[in-house]
């Protein structure tokens, strides 16, 4: 039986050097979500949402296993944040921030088998698939600390992006390719992604 992995087989979108900002074209791909508001180190509810998507992700992994005979790997976690004023990133005003959490699905999960993978293992927060077209990105692996990150964001915002005629079209996108439980935070590995469109 094959194996489907997302980060082999879309490498390009997984694996981005740490010296450079790079532009990538960024299909359609359905997700596992969940949306929740706030300080993500003291919110309750990302954690909550964090258990619930890597549950249900391996439920699914399970069922299309067992009634398709199709396997893969479960992906990295995954984030959208956004605010009301894109500089709280650049200054980590986390309690302004707004999130969707998520894990990247192949393209047979539906419906149905999150439904299977939902009535074996229910969870206490509102999940859903759905799908997100970003198109073209701009993004570039950041190596360090998630509070680290804000330089590099104020060198895309302010830097990268005015120097390309570029502007905002979308959410601000992170692959977090470390487990934090296991790696120090100097060597966490995290996907900085931003959707762009020309001015």
């Not at 799908?131 to 692996?141: A, F, H, N, P």
Request: hydrophobic share 40%; net charge negative.
């Amino acid at each position: 039986m094959e194996n489907y992995d997302v980060k082999v087989a879309l490498k390009h979108l997984y694996a981005p050097t740490a010296g450079d900002f790079v532009e990538v074209d960024v299909p359609a791909m359905q997700y596992l979500m969940i949306d929740g508001h706030g300080d993500p180190n003291t919110s309750t509810a990302y954690a909550a949402a964090i258990e619930a998507l890597y549950s249900t992700s391996y439920g699914c992994r399970f069922a299309a296993k067992s009634l398709l005979g199709r396997v893969h790997t479960v992906g990295p976690l995954e984030a959208l944040w956004w605010a009301e004023d894109p500089a709280d990133f650049v200054a980590r005003r986390k309690e302004t921030w707004s999130w969707t959490a998520m894990i990247a699905q192949p393209e047979w999960i539906t419906q149905e088998l999150v439904d299977a993978a939902l009535a074996k293992k229910p969870v206490s927060t509102a999940i859903r698939l759905d799908t997100l077209t970003e198109g073209r990105s701009v993004q570039i692996l950041h190596v360090g600390s998630y509070d680290d990150e804000g330089p590099t964001l104020e060198r895309l915002h302010d830097e990268y992006m005015p120097a390309h005629g570029l502007t905002f079209n979308g959410h601000h996108h992170e692959i977090y390719l470390s487990d934090p439980r296991r790696v120090e935070p100097a060597r966490l590995r995290t996907v900085l992604r931003q959707p762009v469109r020309a001015l």
